[in-house]
């Protein structure tokens, strides 16, 4: 089993989720909300 050596510059423990990134006023929430009430 390999091991990963440590990066002496990384900033994160763990990987970001993308939605951190977005502001909260992006249109791309409005979609997800839209998607989310659809009945299928």
């Not at 050596?5 to 990384?10: L, T, W």
């Not at 423990?13 to 998607?35: Q, Y």
Request: proline share 8%; glycine share 2%.
């Amino acid at each position: 089993m390999a091991l990963r050596e440590d990066k002496m510059g990384q900033t994160w423990l763990l990987p970001p989720a993308v939605s951190d990134f977005i502001p909260e006023n992006h249109i791309c929430h409005l979609v997800i909300a839209l998607v989310d009430e659809l009945e299928c």
